[in-house]
């Protein structure tokens, strides 16, 4: 049974509701799933004062674990169309692992939240990429057979790099149910392909 771990940042709580969805669709395949954070680099009187979410329950991840895992499916929200440096942070720690090759052939995968429907979303998940690429890792996106990715009748995040969500200039709009439905849609396809590798 193939181990995914669902390594998220989340600073309101939109990509850490994603990652739980991300994490139900990979046990829906038959897989554990462990869903675990980055550490936070704001002070926290800064990010109480900024009311950033601190009371996430998903315990801290460290580097030196990431081999443990067949499969590793990052989420952060964008900064300026990129990856937020708490996640950057995190990766930056990981250049012993790519020098022993340790996540060569390991799967991975990606899922972000934006203020607006045009804010960055795929630029992000691409800057989440390069992570998992220079570490030699297969990518997955998130497949057209979700068919949340060509509704029309409503705004909703997704693309095909990945899962996402919309959480307006404020953070008060929350992950939808197709939105959270492609969050799990992406976490049983990585499933779905890591069981497939290891077999």
Avoid: C
Avoid at 62 to 67: D, Q, R
Avoid at 123 to 128: D, E, G, I, P, R
Wanted: proline fraction near 6%.
């Amino acid at each position: 049974m193939p181990k995914v771990l669902v390594l998220y940042y989340s600073s309101y709580g939109h990509v850490e509701k994603l990652a739980y969805a991300v994490a139900d669709g990979v046990r829906e395949a038959g897989s554990e799933a462990v869903v675990k954070r980055v550490p936070e680099l704001v002070p926290e009187e800064v990010a109480k004062a900024s009311h950033f979410q601190l009371d996430q329950k998903a315990p801290l991840a460290t580097p030196a674990e990431l081999p443990e895992y067949d499969a590793i499916i990052l989420g952060a929200p964008t900064r300026f169309g990129r990856l937020p440096s708490q996640m950057a942070n995190f990766w930056d720690q990981t250049g012993g692992l790519w020098a022993k090759g340790a996540l060569i052939g390991k799967l991975g995968a990606v899922f972000t939240s934006t203020a607006s429907q045009h804010g960055g979303q795929e630029t992000t998940q691409f800057s989440l990429m390069t992570n998992l690429i220079h570490h030699g890792m297969i990518v997955s996106g998130l497949p057209y057979s979700f068919a949340g990715l060509t509704r029309l009748d409503q705004v909703e995040g997704g693309t095909p790099y990945g899962a996402s969500t919309i959480a307006a200039a404020d953070g008060s709009r929350q992950p939808t149910v197709t939105e959270l439905d492609g969050a799990k849609y992406l976490g049983t396809h990585v499933a779905g392909i890591a069981t497939k590798l290891a077999s």
